[in-house]
């Protein structure tokens, strides 16, 4: 008979944060298979070592806290982001041979090249790229390469024989005098191009190993992996069941791979790893593309006010059947009109706190309406870097209502439970990028809304708390966020002790190992 034993790690000489509210630190912690076994003193985590025949580590007095967790991110683009060959500031053809063969030797797992970002106004040669130019250096597999516009991409005589496009005529697939198609394709045969290829869906599987790495070495443990899909989330189910999944991932789908789920799974479904938490749907657009909805029309193009995605019975229907199959629910709600809809629907729905309703990004929100956010028990996902990102949104919603924008401290204040998160590839990964927007605001960066409301700038701990355990709990996951005796053992061990340095250098803190479940993910060299 086969005997597995549970893997016990001692943690020593360390100073581990096990919570942030209320901040409590201790020198030694025990993990046993998943869960922390014991936080204390070194003396003790010892003598559990010893006693279980665990392994230990010594810390030597660095920093460790609880593993982020990222409460809204898309695994998937965020992966294929990756994984993109970069073509920026490629000077001539003979470098971008170069630089696809250098892929192709370093990433030898994927099927479909795709780059972007090449520049023929760059080039030494002075001219467009043919098919002829790459073909050789392709590896035999098919490759799509993205003019830096978007407007053109470059497919090899692969990608073309594939897509079929070598056959349509039109003045977008552009063909030398003997009538040849030199593989340039432009416009919508772009996308065209993508979705014959399966590009997305045959780097899938390769996107999120990419992603779940890299969150990995940012110290990100956990993550809500939003509007995914029903082939992304396929391809999840397949990891699990292989236990290739590094990170842990809570998954909320988009609608209708939402229903196609419930066809074959039911509630309730996962473990540590994996898990289906609920539906996410998205109500408005974005402040940058003027199409987040407001309740007044928009500064600095007094003509648009946005508008909402869906109608606001089918909008119900949704939710309302979502929550009574026993799902949680995240809503986008970027404007404070499409808040106004979330808010009236949660109460006509009747949600209570224990359904941790959730609301995406809240990014513009009126004073009453934040009473009302805490009063339902609703859940703020929000973005602390967007801060730095989107720099001129007080031109978008004038002087007056900057104080509605990432309200972040207000929300804490008022008792919302408050979770922070990227919406990478949206916004980097990086937690320390995001704890230095919401501690410092943008005065570091001078942005103009830092100058109108630096009161809701959020102090560290507080940003901390709502990063670990503040994420989990918009994930419906009681044992991520903490390293007190019963939650995950997934701890990240610092270059610095955020609690200490200055604001500004909070950006500077490296990750230098990640343990999920005591063992090691990530270490950096
Ligand atoms: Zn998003």
Same mark, same amino acid.
């Given at each position: ?85 970069? %073509? ?6 003979? !470098? /971008?041979?170069? *630089?696809? #063969?250098? $892929?192709? +030797? ?129 391809? %999840? ?6 236990? !290739? /999944?590094?990170? *842990?991932? #809570?998954? $909320?789908? +988009? ?143 004038? #002087? ?126």
């Amino acid at each position: 008979m086969q005997v597995n034993l549970l893997k016990v790690t001692a943690f020593v000489n360390g100073k581990i944060y096990t919570s942030f509210k209320p901040l409590r630190a201790v020198r030694g912690l025990v993990v046993a298979g998943e869960r922390v076994l014991f936080a204390g003193d070194d003396a003790k985590a010892l003598r559990i070592a010893r006693e279980l025949g665990g392994e230990i580590i010594d810390l030597r007095g660095r920093t460790a806290i609880p593993g982020f967790v990222d409460a809204h991110v898309h695994l998937d683009s965020l992966g294929l982001s990756l994984i993109t060959l970069d %073509l920026r500031g490629v000077s001539s053809i003979e !470098e /971008l041979r170069q *630089r696809i #063969r250098l $892929y192709i +030797e370093r990433n030898p797992d994927v099927d479909v090249v795709i780059g972007r970002g090449w520049d023929q106004e760059l080039f030494a040669e002075k001219r467009w790229p043919t098919r002829w130019d790459i073909d050789d250096v392709t590896g035999g597999k098919p490759a799509i390469l993205i003019r830096v516009c978007g407007h053109a991409a470059l497919l090899n005589t692969r990608a073309l024989e594939e897509t079929g496009l070598a056959d349509v005529r039109s003045p977008y697939i552009v063909r030398r005098a003997d009538g040849e198609p030199t593989g340039i394709v432009k416009e919508e045969f772009v996308k065209q191009a993508m979705d014959r290829l399966g590009a997305r869906k045959r780097l899938l599987a390769q996107s999120i190993d990419r992603a779940q790495r890299f969150a990995a070495k940012y110290g990100v443990t956990e993550v809500g992996f939003v509007s995914c899909d029903i082939d992304a989330f396929r391809t %999840l189910l397949k990891k699990w069941r292989r236990g !290739e /999944l590094l990170i *842990r991932v #809570r998954a $909320y789908l +988009e609608p209708s791979s939402f229903d196609e789920m419930r066809r074959f799974l039911a509630p309730g479904f996962g473990d540590e790893y994996l898990r289906v938490t609920g539906l996410k749907i998205i109500l408005d657009g974005s402040l940058g593309a003027r199409t987040a909805w407001l309740s007044e029309p928009y500064n600095d193009d007094p003509s648009v006010q946005g508008a909402p995605l869906l109608d606001y019975g089918e909008l119900k229907e949704i939710v309302g059947r979502a929550l009574d199959g026993g799902y949680q629910v995240a809503i986008h709600a970027i404007g404070d009109a499409a808040l106004d809809w979330v808010l009236k629907l949660y109460k006509e729905l009747e949600v209570k706190p224990d359904d941790r309703a959730r609301i995406e990004h809240v990014s513009v929100v009126r004073p009453e309406q934040l009473k009302e956010i805490a009063r339902l028990g609703a859940v703020a996902v929000v973005q602390p870097h967007f801060i730095i990102t989107d720099w001129w949104v007080v031109k978008r919603v004038g #002087r007056e209502r900057a104080s509605w924008v990432y309200a972040f401290r207000s929300m804490i204040e008022i008792g919302i439970k408050t979770a922070f998160s990227t919406d990478a590839p949206v916004e980097p990964l990086d937690p320390f990028l995001t704890l230095h927007a919401a501690v410092t605001r943008g005065s570091d960066e001078g942005v103009e809304l830092w100058k109108l409301t630096p009161h809701e700038a959020v102090d560290v701990r507080e940003a901390l708390h709502s990063y670990t355990h503040g994420s989990s709990y918009a994930l419906c996951d009681d044992y991520a966020g903490r390293l007190e005796p019963g939650s995950y053992g997934d701890l990240v061990v610092l270059s610095n002790d955020p609690l200490e340095v200055e604001p500004r250098s909070l950006r500077d803190i490296r990750v230098l190992e990640t343990y999920i479940g005591g063992k090691l993910v990530y270490a950096s060299e």
